[in-house]
């Protein structure tokens, strides 16, 4: 089982559509965990923390579960910019070493 | 914010050459500096972590011997690929860490290294 495994996506989505994003982890030692949004050739750039209690930036919601070792992210009313591939990212030990997800590509269209 | 300076942005070299990407932490001192690489459609996987002022620590799989990792200064690590092939070209990624430890790194902007 992989360590941190996605939805394969891609997803293509119209202007204002709501689209949800899984992510499962193995590590159940694992201690903190993150969306990034990585654009096409571009560095990886913190979207947001994912908490045990779900929390919500605007548009996106983020929820934990870490029973079943699940982690969501929701995008409501989708923009044109919100296309980019979403990386579901699990840290967990003293380094805050890092463990990504394959990516999820996300298309919003017109 | 923080910001990791990384360059050179993308480099074309021939096979058998070295080529070094740096990455610099403008204000903040990394005492962490994780090294990356991402290939076509994959996820960023780690090769390495190195500590300012000791050696690297390499994942499984990752030649310690070709890519040669430099941490010499605060806000300066290096990544070496020496003698590149082919099968090196790929996207470089580094993020820095600075001493209060915290959990979220700060990425350069990445590297795109084609090897001919």
């Known amino acids: 089982r992989k360590e941190v495994e996605q939805d394969p996506g891609p997803f293509n989505v119209p202007e204002g559509a709501t689209v949800a994003f899984n992510c499962t982890y193995s590590n159940s030692a694992s201690q903190s965990f993150f969306w990034y949004r990585q654009d096409c050739r571009k560095e990886p750039k913190l979207l947001m923390s994912?908490?045990?209690s779900g929390n919500e930036d605007g548009r996106f919601t983020a929820q934990l579960n870490r029973a079943s070792q699940y982690i969501s992210l929701l995008i409501r009313d989708s923009k044109l910019s919100d296309s980019a591939t979403y990386l579901c990212?699990?840290?967990?030990?003293?380094?805050?070493?890092?463990?990504f997800g394959k990516g999820t590509l996300l298309t919003v269209n017109p | 914010g923080a910001v990791v300076s990384q360059h050179p942005s993308w480099v074309i070299c021939k096979s058998g050459t070295s080529v070094k990407i740096e990455c610099r932490s403008l204000?903040?001192?990394?005492?962490?500096m994780f090294w990356y690489r991402q290939f076509p459609k994959q996820s960023l996987m780690l090769m390495a972590t190195?500590?300012?002022?000791?050696?690297?620590?390499?994942e499984q799989g990752v030649e310690k011997d070709k890519f040669l990792i430099n941490h010499a200064s605060l806000t300066l690590s290096t990544l070496t690929v020496t003698s590149a092939h082919p099968e090196d070209s790929s996207f470089y990624i580094c993020?820095?860490?600075?001493?209060?430890?915290?959990?979220?790194?700060?990425f350069g902007a990445g590297s795109r290294l084609t090897v001919l």
């Open positions: 993020s820095g860490q600075g001493s209060s430890g915290a959990n979220v790194l700060t």
């Open positions: 204000d903040f001192q990394a005492t962490t």
């Open positions: 990212v699990v840290s967990g030990g003293s380094n805050y070493k890092l463990t």
């Open positions: 190195s500590n300012e002022g000791s050696k690297a620590t390499y």
């Open positions: 994912v908490y045990s």
